[in-house]
């Protein structure tokens, strides 16, 4: 009986002392601090919404019937869907995707290049698809 009393006062005091462990290690590793997410879709658009985005020549005239600025580009590719099937993400020099995303009144289908050399995305290809 003395035996499983001792038992429980160590476990007692071990669960306490690992509770103060994690807290300690949450306060000071983790508490405030921006970090990237692990999935690869998430990190993707926390990348693109993180880098300066380059326009390419090929798309201005898109971008610029669209009447955005490039910040508002940034936010709008950031929040959209990743589809992986369309995307190419072993491309050389620099990995490709393909972002689609659904606003108010139109689509946006667009490819991304991502350079995490150089932290600058660059918007290779889009196309705008009005919703009926």
């Not at 600025?69 to 959209?80: A, D, V």
């Not at 869907?81 to 289908?109: M, N, W």
Request: hydrophobic content about 40%.
């Amino acid at each position: 009986m003395m035996m499983m009393e001792g038992f429980w006062r160590r476990l007692f005091y071990y669960l306490i002392g690992f509770f103060i462990g994690c807290v300690l290690v949450y306060v000071m590793l983790f508490k405030g601090r921006d970090r990237q997410p692990w999935l690869p879709e998430n990190r993707i658009k926390w990348t693109i919404g993180h880098t300066p985005l380059i326009i390419s020549p090929n798309t201005r005239h898109a971008v610029d019937s669209l009447h955005l600025t490039s910040g508002q580009l940034k936010n709008i590719l950031s929040k959209g869907d990743v589809v992986f099937g369309k995307s190419q993400p072993h491309a050389k020099p620099y990995p490709v995707y393909f972002i689609r995303c659904s606003q108010d009144h139109y689509t946006l289908e667009s490819l991304v290049s991502v350079s995490y050399d150089d932290s600058v995305s660059t918007l290779i290809q889009i196309h705008v698809i009005p919703h009926h």
